[in-house]
């Protein structure tokens, strides 16, 4: 890893981890807390649903109780679930092809998540994911200009960078372009119909939903995104059990407009995720994307990662936010493009339960 490159990463890592010694500690006292303060004593209804882990948020909250930290981290682990959240997510990944360069970089990217659900009828909710970005990679998009060699797409997306990565990519070594630049990315949206209930099964519940995707050239700079027009088909299926749970979203993007000159678009996203709950609130695994990108030869189509990392949901005031921190290594990667090898993710979600807004809980159709 060149000198530069690995002091950006210790730094990052370095204030990553001081942020992280600054607040865990304080937080942990009130992770603990289920209920409110001593000075606010509890009804007896909202005492029982405080003790009741499977009640229903809505129920609590017309109640006019205040759901538990151990309910709200439940309801944020249904990816299906009637919970209004916000990711707010970065990625540093550690760029790399031995077959072609001895070269490495690293790229960054920071992706922002709306999600929150539209209740459609009294069975049927409407998952909405609203996704932007912005990347910064190791080429520097003056150089290519200049060059006129023609734009390569984005610089070997991968795994859990974006919704969408390249169509194609230039085996180039890295450093013919070195530089960098950053930007805003391309923007996407899903949308998941979804039953309002998940079924019992296997000790737990079995949720599901099928959509569609589409995506935007929002991207600032030719480098940072496809310069097309994407949409497809979009799936997503899992299993909430006692202690495991885990699922898989599963996403295609075909081009069917845009800059003629920039390669086509036939791209598969699956984001698989397993986790095991240490207790209510802590849950160790991972979510890492799997990419198929099918542009391209058989060699360079796959890269797939496999990971590990720990999240916990705190409390602040009456807001849950989740921490976590995941490592992803490929060990399956294209033969002749730069892609990422090593990804560190760090993420921090907000959530509030969607029976708190009537626009979101409200029945669209009678």
């Not at 209740?119 to 996704?131: E, F, G």
Request: glycine fraction near 8%; include cysteine; hydrophobic fraction near 40%.
């Amino acid at each position: 890893m060149k000198p530069g490159t690995r002091k950006t990463t210790l730094i990052l890592l370095a204030v990553l981890a001081l942020v992280l010694g600054q607040f865990m500690p304080c937080l942990a006292a009130d992770n603990t807390a289920s209920a409110p303060a001593e000075e606010e004593p509890m009804s007896e209804e909202c005492k029982a649903f405080a003790e009741d882990p499977d009640a229903d948020i809505g129920e609590i909250i017309r109640a006019g109780c205040q759901p538990t930290i151990a309910q709200m981290s439940a309801l944020m682990d249904n990816p299906l679930g009637n919970v209004a959240m916000l990711f707010t997510q970065f990625d540093v990944s550690r760029m790399t092809n031995e077959n072609f360069t001895d070269e490495d970089a690293t790229k960054t990217t920071y992706m922002g998540i709306f999600q929150f659900p539209k209740k459609l009828t009294d069975n049927w909710n409407l998952i909405n994911r609203v996704i932007w970005t912005v990347p910064s990679v190791p080429l520097d998009q003056d150089k290519i200009d200049n060059a006129a060699a023609g734009i390569p797409q984005q610089y070997g997306e991968g795994s859990g960078n974006a919704t969408l990565p390249p169509a194609d990519q230039s085996a180039l070594p890295i450093n013919v372009f070195d530089g960098r630049t950053t930007g805003f990315g391309d923007m996407y949206y899903v949308g998941l119909f979804s039953p309002y209930e998940g079924k019992d099964w296997l000790n737990g519940k079995f949720l599901w939903g099928a959509g569609f995707d589409a995506g935007f050239p929002t991207a600032s700079e030719d480098i940072l995104g496809t310069g097309k027009w994407t949409a497809g088909p979009s799936a997503l299926a899992v299993y909430l059990g006692p202690k495991w749970k885990g699922g898989a979203l599963l996403q295609q993007y075909w081009d069917y407009a845009g800059d003629s000159d920039r390669d086509d678009v036939n791209m598969t996203n699956l984001q698989y995720f397993l986790f095991y709950s240490i207790d209510d609130v802590t849950s160790i695994g991972a979510s890492p994307n799997i990419i198929a990108n099918w542009e391209q030869d058989s060699d360079d189509v796959w890269t797939v990662p496999i990971g590990l990392g720990i999240s916990r949901t705190f409390q602040f005031g009456k807001v849950p936010v989740r921490f976590g921190a995941e490592i992803h290594y490929s060990v399956i990667q294209p033969d002749n493009i730069a892609s990422p090898e090593w990804n560190f993710r760090f993420y921090v979600i907000p959530a509030a339960p969607s029976a708190l807004f009537d626009w979101m809980s409200k029945p669209l159709f009678k």
